[in-house]
């Protein structure tokens, strides 16, 4: 994977449409929205599609993340 995956307050966009773990839709929240429901859930807020409007991410670990990617990768 060539580009980085923006995870937390790395993320920049305003407003993103967030997923749940579950796979659950959110909706669209502010980008504090969205770190503080990641964060009560003990989780990573990671964009998944940066370039959707508004920008798509997911509440999930990123090490699970991470090794999913690799695996989808191999």
């Given amino acids: 994977?060539?580009?980085?995956?923006?995870?937390?307050?790395?993320?920049k966009a305003p407003e993103l449409r967030v997923?749940?773990?579950s796979g659950s839709n959110l909706g669209v929240l502010t980008l504090?929205?969205?770190?503080s429901k990641a964060q009560e859930l003990g989780l990573d807020l990671i964009e998944i599609s940066?370039?959707?409007?508004?920008p798509v991410a997911k509440i999930m670990d990123f090490g699970k993340y991470q090794y999913l990617q690799n695996k989808k990768a191999k």
């Fill in 32 to 35: 504090s929205q969205a770190l």
């Fill in 19 to 21: 997923i749940e773990e």
């Fill in 50 to 54: 940066p370039l959707a409007q508004p």
């Fill in 1 to 11: 994977m060539a580009d980085k995956v923006k995870i937390n307050h790395e993320i």
